[in-house]
């Protein structure tokens, strides 16, 4: 059966003092629930997350890579980079990424194909801009953005993808998405990947909430049972808040 997983995405927060600091007030909490926790910082603290949460259930996770292996992409990292840390977890595909670096679907894919091909799980980011749900457009550009990134993989692929629906107007916003808009899409994404995979690779697949994720709605989303989990981004960097929404299973 499909994980329940709560990641936080710390974007560009916290340089070393602070990863350190944040890092020992995690390792103090405890996971109560069932959920595989996991949190993304920067790349320059990777490898000091890597060390202090070595023997704890918190994985590291990286927040992008580049698709090449090696060469010359001045300020990019390669998944051996990110492995050679202890990294097996990336994010992919994030809306900021996707908005002020210019990602497209088509460079997603190959930035996920690298990093299968390294043995590394992805979790894959998308959603849709505000103009698009009041077009009522939501269900064909999410759709979009899965079938052009992903539907290029075999089924067992998907052993190594987890799915993040993260709305860009519940991104940082403090709205989030109601609890059954966000169910709809998950129902809705699911049955993309039934459609294309079948239903058993489709109910293997993890698929996180993301956008303004808060202790005082953790509960009320994760509850839905197309929602897996969730991709957290301010709430993830306070322990008591991250470690509230981890256990809210
Ligand atoms: P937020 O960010 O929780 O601050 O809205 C979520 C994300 O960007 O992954």
Partial sequence: M???????NWKMNNDLAQTETLLTALKAQKITSDAEVMVA??????????????????????????????????????????????????????????????????????????????????????????????????????????????????????????????????????ETASPEQAQDMHAFIRQTLVDKYGADVANSVSILYGGSVKPNNAQEIFSKPDVDGGLIGGASLNAEDFFAIVNAF
Avoid at 158 to 170: K, R
Wanted: with cysteine; aromatic share 10%; hydrophobic share 45%.
């Fill in 41 to 174: 910082p920067s790349f320059t603290n990777l490898w000091s997350a890597y060390n202090t949460l070595k023997n704890t259930n918190i994985e590291v996770a990286a927040q992008n890579m580049h698709f090449a292996a090696n060469g010359a992409y001045t300020g990019e990292v390669s998944a051996s980079m990110l492995k050679s840390v202890g990294v097996k977890t990336v994010i992919l595909g994030h809306s900021e990424r996707r908005a002020y670096f210019n990602e497209t679907d088509e460079l997603l894919a190959q930035k996920v194909d690298a990093a299968l091909a390294n043995d590394m799980r992805v979790i894959f980011c998308f959603g849709e801009e505000l103009s698009d749900r009041k077009a009522n457009n939501h269900e064909a550009v999410v759709g979009d953005q899965i079938k052009n990134a992903l539907f290029h993989l075999d089924a067992p692929a998907f052993q190594n993808i987890v799915l993040a629906y993260e709305p860009v107007w519940a991104i940082g916003t403090g």
């Fill in 2 to 8: 499909r994980k329940n997983i709560v990641a936080g």
